[in-house]
């Protein structure tokens, strides 16, 4: 069964990093893009950024500068390093993947979350 697991969130002054990962397993075809969102309390969830299989990256403008998306195409793995946080940054974080099983199937997965919290 195909998984989507985030680790690395947690509590973190302003003007400090931190590194989220999210490893994917199961039995897949092909990792086509893969990003991530985030959501705060009271807020809809929000594209952070995405990275296709060429490792083309986009970013929204809050975080553009401060965020770096990339992948391990080995370890099946997406990483935010996320530098310069700043208290708005507080949200729940989620991974996002675009999966083929084949050539004609594929299917967007969601991890279930990792807690970014900025705060004095």
């Known amino acids: 069964q195909v998984q989507l697991v985030e680790s690395g969130g947690g509590l973190v002054h302003p003007g400090g990093s931190l590194r989220l990962s999210c490893a994917i397993s199961g039995s897949i075809f092909r990792i086509n893009a893969m990003g991530w969102y985030r959501q705060a309390p009271g807020k809809e969830r929000e594209l952070v950024a995405g990275i296709s299989s060429s490792d083309r990256t986009n970013y929204a403008d809050s975080v553009k500068g401060r965020f770096t998306i990339s992948r391990d195409n080995v370890k099946n793995t997406v990483y935010l390093q996320m530098s310069s946080l700043k208290p708005e940054d507080t949200a729940v974080y989620y991974c996002?993947?675009?999966?083929?099983?084949?050539?004609?199937?594929?299917?967007?997965?969601w991890g279930q979350g990792t807690e970014v919290t900025v705060s004095s």
């Open positions: 996002n993947a675009d999966l083929s099983f084949n050539l004609i199937r594929s299917k967007i997965y």
